[in-house]
C-alpha cells in the first residue's frame, strides 16, 4: 500500500515556474504526475521509475517540465518551467507496479494523491 502527498501548487504567471512534490509513504515500480484541467479528462504528463533511468513525457510539456526523484527521502518532483495557461490543472501524482504496462496508461496506477492545484495566469 502506498500513500501519496503532493504539495507545491500554486499561482504563477506564464513564463514563470512552479515545482511540485510527492511524498510517498511506501515504494511502488513506477511513480507518475498526471493532470486535469477544468472540464477535461486526466491525462499523463512525466513518470519515472524506481530506479530513475526511465522517464516519459508528454508531448504537451516535453522540454519544458522535468520529473526527478530523491530515493533517500522518497520523493518525487516536477519541476516546471515556462509555464503557459493552458498548463492549468490539478495534479496528482500516481504510483503503480504494472512494468509491463505503457507508463502513460492511467490503469497502471493504483495509488492516488489528493492533488494540487496549479493555475497559470496570462
Known amino acids: 500500500q502506498v500513500q501519496l502527498v503532493e504539495s507545491g501548487g500554486g499561482l504563477v504567471q506564464a513564463g514563470g515556474s512552479l515545482r511540485l512534490s510527492c511524498a510517498a509513504s511506501?515504494?511502488?515500480?513506477?511513480i507518475g504526475w498526471f493532470r486535469q484541467p477544468p472540464g477535461k479528462e486526466r491525462e499523463s504528463v512525466a513518470t519515472?521509475?524506481?530506479?530513475?533511468?526511465?522517464?516519459y513525457y508528454a508531448d504537451s510539456i516535453k522540454g519544458r517540465f522535468t520529473i526527478s526523484r530523491d530515493n533517500a527521502k522518497n520523493t518525487v518532483y516536477l519541476q516546471m518551467n515556462s509555464l503557459k495557461p493552458e498548463d492549468t490543472a490539478v495534479y496528482y501524482c500516481?504510483?503503480?507496479?504494472?512494468?509491463?504496462?505503457?507508463?502513460?496508461?492511467?490503469?497502471?496506477?493504483?495509488?492516488w494523491g489528493q492533488g494540487t492545484q496549479v493555475t497559470v495566469s496570462s
Open positions: 500516481a504510483a503503480g507496479d504494472y512494468s509491463y504496462l505503457q507508463p502513460w496508461e492511467k490503469r497502471g496506477y493504483d495509488y
Open positions: 511506501g515504494r511502488a515500480f513506477r
Open positions: 519515472i521509475t524506481w530506479s530513475g533511468v526511465n522517464t
